[in-house]
Antibody
């Protein structure tokens, strides 16, 4: 059974930093591009970032470019999101998600999602 | 990149069919057959209902179907059931500079 378990969400002040983690199990982690998707309270879904299966390619939404860094450790089946210069508008539930198809940066569909980890940016 | 446009709400009676639209542009929905649809119940993670425009993952009811015409994708739910009451989001690949864009979301109410 595929499992994605996010952690690291806390309350942080504006301008602060945070690192989110996603522990993956139940599939061959290094076959899949992985994504972060967020959802502000009471709002819709927003794609944040993706990293290719080998970590060689990373892409970001304009709203986080230059502030967030996605990375992965395939030896630990783990995905990360380093979040710097946090803003109040970054407050959201952050999900890690896996595509239905392996070996592709082009999204087909998010077949698996974690339960999310809540990041609150507030003074 | 702007979000894809969905109606804020759609409602129907049990047994009826409803359709949710997802309007994008020639840079996203219109250019790729890579629209996916998600169902989200309150407090839960989204669930994939349709991928690549019209394909259903294993385990998803055949009451859910997807289609596309031009820059607009659609999700149709036939034989509406109480358990279908949820928020629905579309998502499209939008090219190698923007990557992925979600829709604004639609609340489905079963009357």
């Amino acid at each position: 059974e595929v499992q994605l378990v996010e952690s690291g969400g806390v309350v942080v002040q504006p301008g602060g930093s945070l690192r989110l983690s996603c522990a993956a199990s139940g599939f061959t982690f290094d076959d899949y591009t992985m994504h972060w998707v967020r959802q502000a309270p009471g709002k819709g879904l927003e794609w944040v970032s993706l990293i290719s299966w080998d970590g060689g390619s990373t892409y970001y939404a304009d709203s986080v470019k230059g502030r967030f860094t996605i990375s992965r450790d395939n030896s630990k089946n783990s995905l990360y999101l380093q979040m710097n210069s946090l803003r109040t508008e970054d407050t959201a539930l952050y999900y890690c998600a896996k595509d239905i198809n392996p070996w592709s940066d082009i999204l087909t569909g998010y077949q698996n999602w974690g339960q999310g980890t809540l990041v609150t940016v507030s003074s | 990149q702007s979000a894809l446009t969905q109606p804020a709400s759609v409602s129907g009676s049990p047994g009826q069919s409803i359709t949710i639209s997802c309007t994008g542009t020639s840079s996203d929905v219109g250019s790729y057959n890579l629209v996916s649809w998600y169902q989200q119940h309150p407090g839960k993670a989204p669930k994939l209902m349709i991928y690549e425009g019209s394909k259903r993952p294993s385990g998803v009811s055949n009451r859910f179907s997807g289609s596309k015409s031009g820059n607009t994708a659609s999700l149709t739910i036939s034989g509406l059931q109480a358990e279908d009451e949820a928020d629905y989001y579309c998502c499209s690949y939008a090219g190698s500079s923007t990557f992925n864009v979600f829709g604004t979301g639609t609340k489905v109410t079963v009357l």
